[in-house]
């Protein structure tokens, strides 16, 4: 139960430094007319929880793995550290971490542990996945049911988008997220496969559009900044 418990509450998007915070590229897909209703956008959850969530599963159950056994002091740089070489845009880099440092303050008041603060004294700043895999491990969770976490909140926090940012039937969106669960499953259990591995042997699933359209969009935002300063 208290597992079960953890699963929920991270997942959910009142959980402070969560992945709900993100529209994972669905604003900038939209803006640029790539994703203009349920359809458009059901086609996107389906390529990003292949690509972006498959990775991000990936090492929230390595994470998840390494935390309730004794690794080397120094597994945790080098795991965040791979995660960065799978991440090729900047700004994508940063909003995972954005969303980590989020969610650790977070994690130290609900589930404390020594494990988080050797990731942190490791990484100070570490990615949103590797937060997560400690954190469901110390709350009693396995590497598979963080790995379901990871890509829930990959797609999650994109529909959600596509409600809030324009517009779109509630309804027809969350029944797009409900008919991707034997997708997330399979995912799920192909991160928990693979959570053992060294680091560096890691899947490395990619989607360069989705770099692409953070990098675009990241653009924009510094370009209204600037505007709005002058």
């Known amino acids: 139960m208290r597992a079960g418990l953890a699963v929920l509450a991270l997942a959910d998007s009142r959980f402070p430094g969560g992945g709900h915070v993100h529209s994972g590229g669905v604003e900038e897909a939209a803006a640029r007319g790539l994703i203009t209703g349920v359809a458009d956008l059901r086609e996107f959850l389906h390529g990003r929880l292949r690509a972006a969530g498959a990775l991000q599963a990936v090492f929230a159950a390595a994470a998840a793995h390494a935390a309730t056994r004794r690794v080397p002091s120094g597994y945790w740089r080098e795991l965040d550290v791979e995660l960065d070489a799978r991440t090729p845009s900047p700004a994508q880099r940063e909003a995972s971490r954005a ?31 590797i937060v997560l895999g400690v954190l469901a491990a110390t709350a009693g969770a396995g590497p598979q049911e963080a790995a379901l976490i990871a890509g829930y909140l990959a797609v999650s926090g994109p529909s959600s988008a596509g409600v809030r940012l324009h517009g779109m039937d509630p309804f027809a969106v969350n029944a797009v997220v409900a008919e991707m669960g034997d997708d997330l499953d399979r995912i799920a259990a192909e991160a928990a496969a693979t959570a ?33 300063a002058s």
């Open 99 to 129: 969303q980590g440092k989020g969610m650790i303050r977070a994690g130290r008041a609900a589930w404390p542990s020594p494990v988080l603060a050797e990731l942190v004294a490791a990484s100070p700043r570490p990615h949103h996945p």
């Open 196 to 228: 053992g591995l060294d680091p560096a042997d890691l899947p490395a699933p990619g989607a360069p559009a989705l770099d692409l359209l953070a990098e675009s969009h990241d653009r924009h935002h510094r370009e209204e900044v600037r505007l709005f």
